[in-house]
Every structure is written in structure tokens, then in C-alpha cells.
């Protein structure tokens, strides 16, 4: 027996413990389709395009080992059987105007000092290929995401350092509107869609082979996107309107529009964005907390890290009980029926939202879905477009649209 075949019998084996601990306490008797459902997932490059774990790293969390204070870790994500994280480097829009690139920087130093200090189970990876070399190697691929445009700081020249550093994806904004792009999340528009800079950066993100991420920013905002991109691009982490009535979510035009243009969405676990009895039930238990929130707000004021910390736990301990895994099922069904299942992929904003549907708890539980994608009639193929191969495509595409 071969290494190669040895480490892929024994990640399997693995795939299978990690399945009868997941539905062992709802039921005993072991569905057959579980063992071919494990079979596709260990064949399947399996990639979440977003995870805030880094907003971790600072209270001195290592990945490299199992840590129940995160949703993703390195032991998490080999259980679960996920290849490829893109790492989410996060500035918050109340610092857009105080230089935010230091921030963005420090951010990125811990991720490559996270995999530097685990380099037997995982690798930096900047390319498709290099997420292909990584999986059949056994390790994790970490990638770099920016999650709001912010640390550009209007500077082309940034933007391409960050590039250099290995930044492949670009959220424009976040929940407020910035000096790229209007916020989905955010009232009166400032540029009315993407500011004359942000048109600029769309060109040069293509140009580099960056992919644009659509989340969070506005209807107006995400239609001008995609009059300006000659490149697909990609929702890293959004749901469907059309079953969960928040601005955060795209509406099945945008989703249309999308597709249309090669792109793809990767549907968010957060349950707020997923289930629209979720969302209103947590709504309603946030009113509760808004002392707590204002306290934390003004205690750490000039701590970051700390205040992040303690709003992730506030979410966590006020959100209403999970919903089935049926909801998430129902948002990538929902895409599939409107465009075809080439358009659709998994960005599950662990460490970053705090409720996620049952089964789905932290990054180990992807198992759960590959099964629910196979018990709802999904091909093989499908399902290994759906768990990474879609987005491995849009990836592609931007890389050819490089030029020196």
C-alpha cells in the first residue's frame, strides 16, 4: 500500500468517525447513503471561502490544534474534510478613516505566522493550482480574503501589495459605506453604487487576477460591479432574499446577474441570513442586549481584538436555538432552481456570525451537507461543483484575466 493511498484510506476512515459522532444522538441506525456520501466528500476539493478565525489569533489561539473557543482549526478542518479556508483579514468600518492598512498588515503576519508554526498540517496557497498541489499533499490550503476595502486607503499601490502578500479576494465594504463602495447594510447611499475609485479598483482587481466579493455592498453597487468587471466574481458569503428578507442577502435578480456573468454565491451558515424565523426571534433578544453591547462598545474602545471577542460571545449567548439543516439546504436548492448549480458554492462565515443550523456547529460538520446534497438527489458532479469545484472555476478565470 502506497503513502498516498494509505493517508487518503485513513482520512476516509476518519470521514466516517466524524459522521456516526455527528448523528449519533439522533439516531443509531447508519444510513446507507452515508458511506457513499463520505466517498464523494473525500473525493471532492472542499472549500469555504470565508472564515474571521483571525479575529482570534490576537488572544493567542493556535490552529494547530483543537481549540473549542474557535469554529475552525486545523484538527477541526481535517474532520470535517475541508481543503481550502479562505482567512478572513477584517477591519471594521469605524476604522476607515484611521489608517487601517497597519491593522490589514498585522492581520495578514499572523495568518502566515499561524500556518508558519504549522507547516505539517497546513500551507499558504495563492493560486488554484497551488490549492490542488496542498489537497494531495494531505495538508490544509490557507488563503487571504480582505473582508472591507478599507486598508486600500485609495491606493492602487496598496492594493497591489496586498496582492503580493497573497490577498485574492477583496470585499469592497462591509456594513457601512466606505470610500469604494455603498454598504447593503447601511441608509442613504453616499456614491449611489460604487465611488470613482471603486470603479478604478474593479479594473485594477481584474487586471491583477483578484477576485471581487460582492457581499455586503449594495444592489446599486453589486449591478455596477458587474458593468465594470470583465472578470466573474463572487458573494463569499451571502444567502438567498427570496427566503430570508434581509438586505444582506441578493435577491434573485442580483442572483440571475450574477450567474449570467460567470459568478458564483457562496451561501453563509449564519442562521440570521438563513432562516427568517431565526432572524426575528433574534431580533428580538438583541433589543435585550443592547446595555451590554454599549458597555463593551465603551469599555474597549481602544481594544479591537477585545471588543470583537466579547460581541462574538454576546451573539452566542442571546441567539435563539439553531434551526435545521434543512434551511441551508433550502438556500443552495433555491440557487440551483433559479440558475443551475454552477453558480453556487459554501463561504460559512465561522467565527464571525455565532449561530450556525444544527449539525453545523463548527467547520468539522461539512459532512453533514455533502449527505443532505446526496439524500436530496444531487449528483456526484454536482456535489463536487457545489463543495469547491465552482468556486476553483471562478478562481481560474480571474488568473487568466492577469497581465503584467
Known amino acids: 500500500m502506497n503513502t498516498l493511498y494509505s493517508r487518503k484510506f485513513l482520512i476516509f476512515l476518519l470521514f466516517v468517525f466524524v459522521a456516526l459522532n455527528i448523528f449519533a444522538d439522533e439516531d443509531k441506525t447508519i444510513d446507507p447513503l452515508w458511506k457513499k456520501a463520505m466517498e464523494i466528500h473525500q473525493r471532492a476539493i472542499v472549500i469555504d471561502s470565508h472564515v474571521d478565525t483571525p479575529l482570534a489569533f490576537s488572544r493567542g489561539v493556535n490552529i ?12 477541526k478542518m481535517k474532520e470535517g474534510g475541508v481543503d481550502a479556508a479562505f482567512f478572513a483579514v477584517f477591519i471594521s468600518n469605524d476604522d ?16 502566515y505566522k499561524q500556518v508558519e508554526k504549522n507547516s505539517d498540517k497546513a500551507e499558504m496557497a495563492f493560486s ?44 469592497l465594504t462591509h456594513n457601512y459605506h466606505n470610500s469604494i463602495s455603498d454598504s447593503s447594510t447601511a441608509f442613504h447611499g453616499k456614491w449611489y453604487g460604487l465611488s470613482p475609485f471603486g470603479v478604478d479598483m474593479v479594473k485594477e482587481m481584474n487586471r491583477l487576477g483578484m477576485m471581487i466579493d460582492v457581499s455586503h455592498i449594495s444592489d446599486r453597487a453589486f449591478y455596477e460591479v458587474l458593468k465594470y468587471s470583465t472578470s466573474p466574481v463572487i458573494a463569499t458569503h451571502s444567502c438567498c432574499r427570496a427566503i430570508c428578507d434581509v438586505n444582506r442577502n441578493m435577491s434573485d435578480e442580483m442572483i440571475k ?42 469599555k474597549y474602545r481602544d481594544d479591537k481584538d477585545a471588543y470583537w471577542d466579547h460581541m462574538v460571545k454576546i451573539w452566542k449567548e442571546s441567539s435563539p436555538e439553531s434551526p435545521e439543516i434543512d434551511i441551508l439546504m433550502n438556500h443552495i436548492d433555491h440557487v440551483v432552481k433559479l440558475v443551475g448549480v454552477d453558480h453556487v458554492g459554501l463561504g460559512s462565515d465561522f467565527d464571525g ?52
Open 353 to 404: 456570525a455565532g449561530n450556525f443550523p444544527k449539525g453545523l456547529q463548527d467547520i468539522s460538520g461539512y459532512p453533514v451537507i455533502t449527505y443532505n446534497l446526496l439524500k436530496r438527489g444531487y449528483s456526484e458532479e454536482d456535489i463536487l461543483k457545489i463543495l469547491g469545484g465552482n468556486l476553483l472555476r471562478v478562481f481560474r478565470e480571474n488568473e487568466k484575466q492577469r497581465t503584467e
Open 128 to 171: 488554484v493550482a497551488d490549492i490542488e498541489r496542498i489537497e494531495k499533499s494531505g495538508k490544509r490550503a490557507i488563503l487571504i480574503g480582505m473582508e472591507n476595502g478599507s486598508p486600500v486607503e485609495d491606493s492602487l499601490e496598496l492594493l497591489r501589495i496586498y496582492y503580493r502578500l497573497g490577498v485574492r479576494y477583496v470585499t
Open 257 to 298: 446577474e450574477l450567474a449570467k456573468h460567470g459568478g458564483v454565491i457562496q451561501i453563509n451558515f449564519y442562521s440570521g441570513f438563513l432562516s427568517p424565523e431565526f432572524k426575528a426571534k433574534s431580533d428580538e433578544n438583541y433589543e435585550e442586549v443592547i446595555p451590554s453591547v454599549k458597555e463593551i462598545r465603551s
Open 64 to 75: 494547530g490544534v483543537r481549540d473549542d473557543s474557535v469554529e475552525v482549526d486545523l484538527v
Open 96 to 111: 476607515d478613516d484611521k489608517h487601517p492598512s497597519k491593522d490589514a498588515l498585522q492581520i495578514i503576519d499572523r495568518i
